[in-house]
Structure formats: C-alpha cells, structure tokens
C-alpha cells in the first residue's frame, strides 16, 4: 500500500469556488510539506506543518495537519486560474531522518475561469 | 529571491552512455537532494548528501549513481551506463538544515535512447 495518499486525484472547479485536497498517512507524520507542480516543471514550496494540529496560511491557501499527525489538508479560498496544477504532500515519516521526502501521487487541480 | 538552478533542461542519451546532471544549490544551504520522477508517476527520492558524504540513499541508487560535489556550488548526479528505465525528470533540491523544507529546482529531463 501507499504510505502517503491524496485525494481527490483530480479536480476542476469553477474559479471562484473553494476546494480542499486531503493527505493520508499510514504512518505518523513528522513533517508534512505542501507543494506545488506545473507540468513539466519543479516543485515549489507552499507550507510546511510539523505539530499536531498546525494551521498555517499564504494567500488563499490553508493547511492544516491534524491532532493525530496522520493527515492534512489544504484548502483553497475563491479559487483562480493561478492555483491550477499538481499539488503534492510531502512527509517525513521517520522520526530519526530528516533526510528523505516522501511524496503523495499528487492532486492534480484544474480551475475554469 | 535565490533558487536552485539545474543544468541542463533536457538531455537526450544513447543507452550505456554516462550522463552528468548538474546543480547549483542554493548558497547558504547545507543538504543536497537527488529526486527522479517518471513520467505520470510520483516524485521518489534517490540520494542525500551532506557533509560532503552520502547520508542516504533509496533502493534506486544503484552502482551506476553517484553524486559529487566538485566545489563550492556544484552538485552532480553520475549515471554511469545508461538504461531507457533511467529516462525521468530528475530535480536536485537543497535545505539549509535538517527539518527544514527543501527547495527544488526546475529539473533535468533525462531521455535515453
């Protein structure tokens, strides 16, 4: 099984609208990183939740990671053609390394305008 | 605001050719991170270099990787005969401690023929 899944793997909205993808561990998150992906492009850098019931925000995107530390969310506010693309969690799920990011399968967001 | 830069964007390669991807991390930054992702899968990472030495690396890298750092500001993945599975984006990302997110470049497009 997958250690870190998302879902919804696909998702159009009209722009305007709110939106929430959700990661899932199956093991305890020790750091949890949003980020987002054009086609064909790098990875940049949304947020990163460490603590059990964190809430942070930029923009119009919130993310939150729960109390048990085994799932995020990250919620768009009044969606725009800017937030289309692939977002992707990321996760530190060994408590000794810090080393290597584990990634989701990504959500890949569509916005209509 | 400072990014890490790779080179080049695309490399096309004849199977069992050796191909050197480069990467100028970020300045101050102090971990080094090799990541590959298949074309329609998902991100996985392959090595972490820290202190001039290999802190950890995945299943993935095998014999035929390597990573360097020659200098001050490059870092270099080594494939050392090519195989068309090699074929992927490969992105370098960097951090500047432990716990602390990763910052990615824009990744190298690696065809093997």
């Known amino acids: 099984s997958q250690e870190l899944e998302q879902s919804p793997q696909s998702l159009i909205v009209q722009e305007g609208k709110n939106l929430t993808i959700n990661c899932t561990s199956s093991?305890?998150?020790?750091?949890l990183y949003w980020y987002k992906q054009k086609y064909g492009e790098g990875l940049i850098f949304l947020m990163m939740?460490?603590?059990?019931?964190e809430e942070k925000s930029h923009e119009k995107i919130t993310a939150k990671l729960d109390e048990k530390k085994q799932q995020s969310s990250l919620h768009i506010t009044a969606s725009q053609p800017s937030h289309a693309g692939i977002y992707l969690c990321?996760?530190?799920?060994?408590?000794?390394?810090?080393?290597?990011?584990?990634f989701g399968p990504g959500t890949s967001l569509s916005v209509i305008p | 605001e400072p990014e890490v830069t790779q080179t080049p964007s695309h490399q096309v390669t004849q199977m069992g050719q050796e191909v050197i991807l480069r990467c100028v991390p970020i300045?101050?930054?102090?971990?080094f991170y090799w990541y590959r992702q298949i074309l329609g899968q998902k991100v996985e990472f392959l090595v972490s270099?820290?202190?001039?030495?290999?802190?950890?690396k995945s299943e993935i890298f095998d014999d035929q990787f390597s990573v360097e750092r020659p200098d001050g500001s490059n870092f270099t993945l080594k494939i050392r005969s090519t195989k068309l599975e090699d074929s992927a984006m490969y992105f370098c990302?960097?951090?500047?401690?432990?716990?602390?997110?990763?910052?990615f470049g824009d990744g190298t497009r690696l065809s093997i023929l």
């Open positions: 990321g996760a530190d799920i060994t408590k000794t390394s810090y080393d290597k990011v584990i």
């Open positions: 093991k305890t998150l020790y750091g």
């Open positions: 300045s101050n930054h102090l971990y």
């Open positions: 939740l460490q603590k059990g019931g």
């Open positions: 270099f820290y202190n001039n030495e290999i802190s950890e």
């Open positions: 990302a960097s951090t500047v401690g432990q716990g602390q997110p990763q910052h």
